[in-house]
């Protein structure tokens, strides 16, 4: 083989490694966890989190600094007008093209025990765990929590 091919195959072969290892990528925006209210130590954390790969990867798990614990969360209503929350214990499924949306009234990560109340405009660091993509670190900011009617 010349030399000439020698680098193309070099090239190929390093194309090929870059592009397998982007090839999973999360993405997390609009990310945000809602400042609770004086002597609360719970609240929730929201954002749209989406996968860049050719699978479908599960969000497994949530370590958010400061937290005795973090869950993922669902928010439900029956018939009957009940809104209740349940824990997701198996993790949420994240579609290639199709973004996670995590909201008030919906799928969010529930944060418990926290030390200090957060505060608008403080920053909260987390570990967001994948079963293909790993652990993604995230830094939420904090926000007021939205008008009545939006909470969990």
Do not use: K, N
């Not at 091919?5 to 490694?17: E, F, I, K, W």
């Not at 928010?75 to 349940?86: H, K, L, Q």
């Not at 214990?89 to 909201?103: Q, Y």
């Not at 030390?115 to 652990?135: K, N, W």
């Amino acid at each position: 083989m010349t030399v000439v091919g020698q680098l193309a195959l070099a090239l190929v072969l390093l194309m090929t490694r870059v592009m397998a290892e982007d090839s999973h990528v999360i993405g997390i925006e609009q990310h945000w966890v809602a400042e609770p209210p004086p002597g609360v130590h719970v609240t929730a954390a929201y954002g749209v989190i989406t996968c860049r790969c050719v699978a479908t990867d599960r969000l497994v798990s949530v370590a958010v600094g400061g937290a005795v614990t973090s869950e993922l969360h669902a928010t439900t209503s029956g018939g009957d007008g009940i809104v209740a929350m349940r824990r997701i214990d198996d993790g949420i499924d994240i579609r290639p093209g199709t973004p996670l949306v995590l909201e008030p009234g919906g799928l969010h990560i529930m944060i418990m025990g926290l030390g200090e109340r957060p505060r608008a405009g403080d920053r909260i660091p987390a570990t967001l765990v994948f079963e293909e993509a790993g652990a993604v670190d995230v830094v939420f900011p904090v926000a007021a929590r939205p008008a009545a009617g939006m909470e969990e």
